[in-house]
């Protein structure tokens, strides 16, 4: 029953999936992102300019369309370990970071100094080389040009003359973390039952532009791989917002929320339900606070005998 002054379940608009126009290996440009895979086979997959990410609306949902079913099925996808990443010329590098609990975000990963960063990026560019020595080569006739399914190992293997296997420019001498140029694992790993289990799984994108003192990186979205195979990115996921609690003295009422990281957020109230308006149409009483995920709360004046409010996103 909806008591006086209530907040009821907020409602976010929805932004309708697109898909993005993805590069090749055979025309690797710097800036496109990799998305790879790697068991027994590895494959490299090229998503495509890394601004299409990072211009995305909050919410979109991005298609990794470049790679199938059949492409994956040859490298597996239970027990399957795989990451994106790119860079760009003034080794600014954009990272994933696998989530532990798929509804968690991860502890960014810090920004260094270009220098150091080059390390990095120097090892993740001898990867569309050897992508493409395998195509050249038709090593395996599942792949294409955007997505390559390529040998494992590509130490001493006349297959790769230009360039190295992911599962090689990753793991190095060091054993990973692109050879111990970078900072940690950039790989989510699924479990030896993920295509039955029912649970996605999802790793953080974070931007890592260079800096000369200490900066953590900027969280761009979410790679969410299904049990399927099939991989979507979710560009600036906004928190689902919510009212907490509202309390009134007189004709002063007090709406405490959270709100998220990205998108705007406006608080709305009406004092009929049997009107026919929709939710989104109730009238605006204020844009709120957003940006973070701290509780904040507002005052404003409401003569109504009753009042519903929700909080819309978009």
């Known amino acids: 029953m909806l008591n006086k ?28 992102v990799l998305v790879c895979f790697r068991q027994a086979n590895d494959m490299v997959v090229d998503a495509g300019q890394i601004s299409a990410f990072t211009s995305a609306a909050a919410n979109q949902r ?10 994956l099925a040859q490298v597996g996808t239970n027990s399957v370990s795989w990451s994106a990443f790119a860079w760009l010329s003034d080794n600014t590098l954009f990272v994933t970071r696998p989530r532990t609990s ?35 080569f038709d090593i395996n006739p599942a792949s294409t040009p955007a997505a390559v399914v390529e040998e ?58 260079p800096t000369s003192g200490y900066a953590l990186g900027t969280w761009l ?6 049990t399927n195979g099939a991989m979507t990115y979710v560009a600036y996921p906004s928190t689902t917002p919510a009212i ?44 709120l606070t957003s940006g973070d995920k701290a509780t904040h709360s507002m005052q404003f004046t409401d003569t109504n005998n009753s009042e519903f409010y929700i909080i819309t996103a978009q």
């Not at 590509?154 to 090689?168: C, E, I, T």
């Not at 009134?248 to 957020?265: F, H, Q």
């Open 102 to 136: 798929a509804n968690v975000q991860t502890a960014p990963w810090a920004a260094a100094s270009s220098s150091v960063q080059a390390g990095a990026d120097g090892r993740m560019a001898t990867i569309p080389p050897g992508a493409l020595d395998q195509l050249n």
């Open 244 to 287: 907490t609690s509202i309390s009134y003295s007189g004709t002063t009422t007090t709406v405490t929320y959270t709100t998220g990281l990205y998108g705007t957020y406006t608080l709305r109230g009406t004092n009929s339900l049997t009107s026919g308006t929709p939710m989104i149409g109730w009238p605006a009483i204020s844009t």
């Open 152 to 209: 494992d190992s590509s130490a001493g293997n006349q297959n790769y003359p230009d360039g190295v296997s992911y599962h090689d420019a990753l793991t190095g001498s060091y054993g990973s973390d692109f050879d111990g140029k970078f900072q940690g694992n950039p790989e989510n790993t699924t479990l030896a039952n993920f295509t039955t289990s029912g649970t996605p799984v999802r790793s953080d994108f974070y931007q890592l532009t």
């Open 5 to 32: 002054k209530t907040g009821l379940i907020a409602l976010l608009a929805g932004f309708a999936a697109s898909e993005i126009m993805a590069g090749t290996i055979t025309n690797y440009t710097v800036g496109d």
């Open 221 to 226: 979205g979410y790679f969410e791989l299904a």
């Open 62 to 71: 991005i298609p990794i369309t470049q790679y199938t079913g059949t492409q």
